[in-house]
Every structure is written in structure tokens, then in C-alpha cells.
């Protein structure tokens, strides 16, 4: 049976997909399609007794594809393509006197608070849809039309840190030819039950990797899981957009950390460029409010909802914000974003290729087709 919980602020609504994903995988007409987030790969260790920040993104491929899954692609990647998105959106600003500042769009339960708090800023956050909606989107159309297989039948499946990514996924704009990007959303704890009714020895799974059309990520995708991570993952690419020069140190350390607010400016070759930073709504909020009061005071602005960014969502592992365990889960990304080989997004081949083959233009008019969204003022509840 399916059960529901309404959170008080009416922000979250919960409810356990677990069973739909099931009988999707059952049925022998569906193609099932799985994503997981970056900070997933970091924290459902802790559900089989790893140490927090354990990294075990091989053997969680394999789990998922033990289940049944019949494709499993990495939301990584799709972070990469919206940083793609949102770093040209952020030069079209700066170089076209745009609105400023830009807005990270990736947090639902962000985008939803100054939806209902601030209807009269609507018009600054990216107009980019989040990582798990941009895969949705792209996988039955892009990865469709590869495979010939109809996008009718595709059911598209996110493994997520948190509630606020379900109730995203059932927003009615994020949606194309009457295909939901997104069907089903399960948390990484739902995931971890999944992992035991399938009786899978979690620990010793061997580790594989995720399938290639929408697999392959940067250092960039990965710290998209982190408080300041989505911002400095922009700033790698709109750094090089803007100055048309090699970006050679890609680690901005002054955007790192877990303060509850914080604050830094970086140059952008002759550009100075102000980046405020939240993480946990009470900081959203007094953030918002000096974006109201002056609205030239930052240049770009990264607000994600829970302590200390996806890392901390509602749907991972208890942490009981014991925040050593956040620190050591962001530790984990920091690590794997060192350990990539490539951490710019724009230098992701399969970005590239996902370009020329079928996107076109960068920022251009296919790509706000299917991976641009609107933001409506909405009741409080
Ligand atoms: Fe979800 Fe929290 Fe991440 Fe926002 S910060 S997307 S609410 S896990």
C-alpha cells in the first residue's frame, strides 16, 4: 500500500513510491530507467554498516542493476549539463545586464519556499531545471530516440536525498509531450530497504559501472551534493565562458565549508564577482531579505535547504544532525571530485556529443525546451 505524510509547512509531502517501482520493474513492457543522486553514493554506505563518507558508487550500480533496473545513469552527469545551462545563463546576464543576481534552482524545497515567501524575486532564480528533472527529460527523449525504444514505455526512476524531489517531480510544467520527466522518486533509505528485500549483500557486491550515454560526470557534477558546491561548479565554467581563458585552478576553497551563511568574492578575469551562499531555510531567508534590500549586493546566490546541502537531505541515512557525519559524507565529494579526471562540466565528452547529436546550441532554443522551467507565486498552505 502506498503511505502519505504531510509536513506541517505543507513544503514536503512523502510518499513511499517503493511499490510502483516494483511493479514497473515486473512488468516486461516497461523500460526502467534509474538515476542517483551525487549524494547518495556518499551516505547508503551507513544503512550496511560503512563508516560515514564511505564512497561505494560501483557497488550501488550493481545493486540497482541486481534489482532489475534495466539502465542506470548518474545524476553526476545531468549536473554537468546543468551547469552547462546555468553558467551560459549566468554570462547572458552579466554580459547583457540581465537581472541580477542569479539563483541556483536545483533545491525544490528552495525553490518552493521563495515561491511562496518571496513571489516579488521570481524573477531571479535560474530558469534551469534541477539535475533529476534535466535526466527525466533528456531520457525520454535523447536516450529514446538512440535506442528506438518508445518513450511511452520508459519509466524514469530518481534515487534522492530527499522528500522535496518527489513532490518536484510531480510539478505539472516539468513535463514534455505529455511525458512526466520524472515518474517515481525513492529516497536513499527507501533505496537501502529495497537493497534488503532483494536479499543483496550490499558489502559484498562487486562494483560496475553505470551505463555510458548519461554516465560519465566531472569533479564538477559530484560536489552538485555539497552547500557550495553547485556555485563553484558554475564558476569553473562561466569562468572560462567569460575570460575565454583556461581555468587552472579549479579548487575555490573560499566557497567550501559549512557555515550557515557565508559570503566571497572571486574574480572573473577583470570582473569582480560577490556569491552568497545558505544552506538550511532560516539562512535562506535572512539571505533573501538582503537580496531585497539591495539587490546588487551579490552577483550569484547558492541556497540549498538542509544542513549542509543533499548531503544532510530527509531521505538519507539519519544523521540526527550529528554534523560530523555531514562533514565527513561532504569530505567524500570533495575526495571524488579530486579524483576525476575531468572537473570542468563543459569538458564532459558525453555533454559534448549530447550537444552536437541533439541539443544544438548551448542555452539555445531546444535546450530551454526541454530543460528550462517556469516559477509561479504560490499559497502558503
Ligand atoms: Fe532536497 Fe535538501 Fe538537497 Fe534541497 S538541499 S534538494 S531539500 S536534499
Not at 513510491?17 to 534509474?34: P, Y
Not at 524545497?109 to 534535466?134: G, H
Request: charged share 25%; with cysteine; proline share 4%.
Amino acid at each position: 500500500g502506498q503511505c502519505a505524510a504531510v509536513c506541517p509547512t505543507g513544503a514536503i509531502v512523502e510518499v513511499d513510491e517503493t511499490h510502483e517501482v516494483l511493479k514497473a520493474i515486473r512488468d516486461e513492457n516497461k523500460h526502467v530507467v534509474v538515476q542517483i543522486a551525487p549524494a547518495i553514493r556518499v551516505a547508503i554506505g551507513e544503512l550496511f554498516n560503512k563508516a560515514p563518507g564511505s564512497i561505494t558508487t560501483g557497488k550501488l550500480v550493481t545493486a540497482l542493476r541486481d534489482i532489475g533496473f534495466d539502465t542506470v545513469f548518474d545524476t553526476d552527469f545531468s549536473a554537468d549539463l546543468t551547469i552547462m545551462e546555468e553558467a551560459s545563463e549566468l554570462v547572458d546576464r552579466v554580459v547583457n545586464n540581465k537581472t541580477m543576481p542569479i539563483l541556483t534552482s536545483c533545491c525544490p524545497a528552495w525553490v518552493r519556499f521563495i515561491e511562496t515567501n518571496f513571489p516579488n524575486l521570481l524573477d531571479i532564480p535560474s530558469s534551469c531545471k534541477s539535475p533529476q528533472i534535466m535526466m527525466g527529460a533528456m531520457v525520454k527523449t535523447y536516450y529514446a530516440k538512440q535506442t528506438g525504444i518508445n518513450p511511452a514505455n520508459i519509466v524514469t526512476v530518481s534515487v534522492m536525498p530527499c522528500t522535496a524531489k518527489k513532490a518536484e517531480a510531480r510539478r505539472s510544467e516539468l513535463s514534455n509531450d505529455g511525458f512526466r520527466d520524472v515518474d517515481y522518486v525513492i529516497s536513499t533509505r527507501e533505496l537501502g530497504q529495497m537493497i534488503r528485500y532483494y536479499g543483496i549483500d550490499f558489502d559484498n557486491l562487486e562494483e560496475s559501472e553505470f551505463d555510458n550515454l548519461m554516465g560519465e560526470s566531472t569533479g564538477a557534477g559530484t560536489i552538485f551534493g555539497t552547500t557550495g558546491g553547485v556555485i563553484e561548479a558554475a564558476v569553473r565554467t562561466a569562468y572560462e565562458l567569460l575570460t575565454g581563458k583556461e581555468l587552472e585552478n579549479v579548487d575555490f576553497k573560499e566557497l567550501r565549508g559549512l557555515k550557515g551563511i557565508r559570503s566571497a568574492t572571486i574574480k572573473l578575469g577583470n570582473r569582480d564577482f560577490t556569491i552568497g551562499i545558505a544552506h538550511g531555510l532560516g539562512n535562506a531567508r535572512k539571505l533573501l531579505e538582503e537580496v531585497e534590500e539591495d539587490q546588487n549586493k551579490y552577483d550569484a546566490i547558492e541556497i540549498m535547504a538542509c544542513p549542509g546541502g543533499c548531503i544532510g537531505g530527509a531521505g538519507q541515512p539519519y544523521h540526527h544532525g550529528n554534523s560530523e557525519i555531514i562533514k565527513r559524507r561532504q569530505e567524500a565529494l570533495y575526495e571524488i571530485d579530486k579524483n576525476k579526471p575531468i572537473r570542468k562540466s563543459h569538458e564532459n565528452p558525453m555533454i559534448q556529443k549530447i550537444y552536437k547529436d541533439f541539443l544544438g546550441e548551448v542555452y539555445g532554443a531546444k535546450a530551454h525546451e526541454l530543460l528550462h522551467t517556469t516559477y509561479t507565486p504560490r499559497e502558503k498552505i
